[in-house]
Each structure stands twice: as C-alpha cells, then as structure tokens.
C-alpha cells in the first residue's frame, strides 16, 4: 500500500467536502444532525487563505484529508477526515503524524483539535490530552478538546 500526501487547492473542495460528509455520516448520525453540520463538513475556496488542506491518495485513490489552522500560540487540527474503507489500516494514524510534522515545520510546539466522541479513543492513543470539552449545535451534547505536546509525539519525522 502506497500512501502519497499532496496538497489540496480549490479545485479539490467538491470531493474533499463528500469525503468529510461519508466519514461523518459512517457513524449512523441522524439525517437532522448530519444538517446541523452541512456548513462545517463544507470544504469551500474561502479556506484555503489561512488554512493549510493536505489530501491523502492510497496506489493514487483519495482516502483522507486533514485541515490544520494556524493560530498565534497553537496549530488547530480542523479536521481529519478518512473513507470509513480505509479505517483499520493505520491511514488515519499516518495522516495524523503528517499533519503533526507539517505543524512542527511551521514552528509550532502545540496542536488542539475538538474530536467526535466516535474518536476520542484515537487520539488518546495518540498521546493527546484531554484538556476540556466544548458544546455543540445538538443539545447536551459536547466535544472533548484534546491538546497535543508536539515534541512529545514519538513516529513523526
């Protein structure tokens, strides 16, 4: 299996917004929810002006996308998308640590994201921490807020 990591552009927003749209919905969320959130699993032009979107191709197929943010003390993991047919094999994991050493490359020493509960566990065995947790559009519903030591995470180049 060959991973390739290649920079998104804007022509990319379509495809990357259905991969954003079928990983989400991979976990049986209601039609309404999966409303609430058209916008934020929206990828649009507008973006790409502060943000950095780096696609991942499995033997020339896109599998994933990450979107990292960049803020003045801190990197924000906007978000880390995989096609449910590629969880299990490690691409998720080799995406993380890609985005991680993009981050590291910018000079930043610390990387937060907010994660669906679906994924708490892997981020956990990525070495974040759980530093609080956010409300959502959805009613008693929260998103734990995980912060990474980027010096700390092991695997990355």
Known sequence: ?????????????????QVAKIAKQHWGYANEWMQLWEEDLTITPARFANQTLVKAQVDGV???FYVLAYEEDLVELDGLWILPEYHGKRIGKTLFHHAVDQAR??????LQLY???????FYQKLGGQIIGQIPTKIKDRYLNI???QLEEIEGVE
Do not use: H, W
């Not at 804007?10 to 917004?17: A, F, I, P, S």
């Not at 490359?105 to 610390?110: I, M, N, V, W």
């Not at 994660?115 to 566990?121: L, N």
């Open 146 to 148: 995980f912060q990474f």
């Open 105 to 110: 490359k910018e000079g930043y020493s610390r």
């Open 115 to 121: 994660a669906d509960p679906y994924v708490d566990g």
């Open 62 to 64: 896109l599998a994933g």
């Open 1 to 17: 299996m060959n991973i390739a990591f290649i920079p998104a552009s804007e022509v990319d927003c379509e495809q990357l917004t």
